[in-house]
């Protein structure tokens, strides 16, 4: 019996190269021709590249693909890698869910799984850090101080999204961390600036709305290290109003905390996306709210920007693909 051709990595091969890799099969979306025909775009990757394989409906694979084929699953694959203008591609010449003999022959999944590049146990010791040293109000301070430590473990595993933003292990206390330490930046600034106004900058509240603004992802996503899907709650309700109803049931443990405080940190959680079509059913009425909701726009979108220029195979041309969650080609030039 012929022994299997060697693996190489999925983030190694080259373009043009024909090779056999493991993967884990990240996503798998079901779309129409212009004829009506069905077909998938299926996503393989590894820890560092993602490689979509472009299921056809008169394609051998269709069948499996259909029936057999699951997100979060490891797969044994052949084919030609190729670099294209809208990303990396596989033609599948073969794929087999990982067995017990790959594994023998020292496939491991835990190499797959993306993780943050900072120690999660110093993230959460930073975020305590802050809540301890700049929120005054001590109602406040025992509230986002109980949300934190009574949900560590979730904080410093979970994922910040599903898909689009540091979305790997640790990636949420990553964000959460970063938004919080930009907020705090741009409190003391126009704090600062702004003196005469009136009521004047809540820096305890832009820090509460900040460590607490996607808390509701807790909820939204069902955790798991080879990829997170939405929950039930998360696809009916959303995060934004599970975690307005997060901090109201931890707000019933802090009886003394004044309870105008608590209507603005509600307000700072359902406005933290401004618009409608981001989630956000108000826009930000408050100034707090408003730095907030910046200090995470820009946390999403520049590491979105920064992945992409990273990842992109293509880095002797001007561009990038178009192969990103900005939806957009990047320039090197």
């Excluded at 490689?51 to 693909?65: I, L, N």
């Excluded at 591609?89 to 020292?106: F, W």
């Excluded at 040293?133 to 109602?139: A, F, L, S, T, W």
């Excluded at 995470?296 to 880095?315: F, G, P, R, T, V």
Aim: include cysteine; proline fraction near 6%; glycine fraction near 6%.
């Amino acid at each position: 019996m012929p022994s299997k051709p060697t693996t190489r990595p999925l983030s190694e091969l080259e373009n043009g190269e024909k090779a056999t890799c493991y993967a884990l099969l990240s996503q798998q979306d079901q779309a129409k021709t212009r004829d009506g025909k069905p077909y998938y775009r299926v996503t393989f990757r590894d820890r560092e590249r993602e490689a979509v394989v472009m299921v056809w409906s008169d394609s051998p694979w269709f069948g499996p693909c259909e029936a057999e084929w699951q997100v979060g699953s490891f797969y044994r694959i052949t084919g030609q890698y190729a670099d294209t203008k809208f990303g990396p591609q596989i033609t599948l010449e073969e794929a087999h869910a990982v067995t017990d003999e790959d594994r023998e022959a020292g496939f491991n999944e835990n190499d797959f799984y993306i993780s943050s590049r900072y120690n999660a146990d110093e993230m959460f010791q930073d975020l305590l850090g802050i809540v301890e040293k700049e929120i005054v109000d001590p109602n406040l301070n025992e509230l986002v101080r109980l949300i934190l430590t009574e949900n560590e473990e979730e904080i410093k595993t979970f994922p910040a999204a599903k898909r689009n933003h540091h979305a790997y292990l640790g990636g949420f206390l990553e964000h959460v961390r970063s938004v919080t330490q930009t907020a705090l930046f741009l409190a003391d600034k126009y704090a600062d600036y702004y003196r005469a106004m009136q009521p004047p900058l809540s820096r305890d509240l832009v820090i509460a709305g900040a460590i607490l603004h996607d808390i509701g992802k807790m909820q939204e996503l069902a955790f798991q290290p080879q990829g997170s899907e939405y929950s039930p709650a998360g696809q009916l309700i959303g995060h934004i109003l599970l975690g307005r109803d997060i901090v109201r049931s931890y707000a019933e443990k802090v009886p003394e905390l004044d309870p105008n405080l608590l209507l603005r940190l509600e307000h700072i959680i359902v406005a933290h996306q401004n618009l409608p079509e981001w989630g956000s059913p108000i826009a930000p009425h408050t100034p707090e709210a408003l730095l907030v909701h910046y200090a995470d726009d820009i946390d999403a979108k520049y590491h979105m920007m920064a992945m992409a220029l990273e990842a992109d195979d293509n880095s002797d041309l001007d561009f990038t693909s178009r192969n990103n969650p900005l939806r957009r080609a990047l320039f090197r030039g």
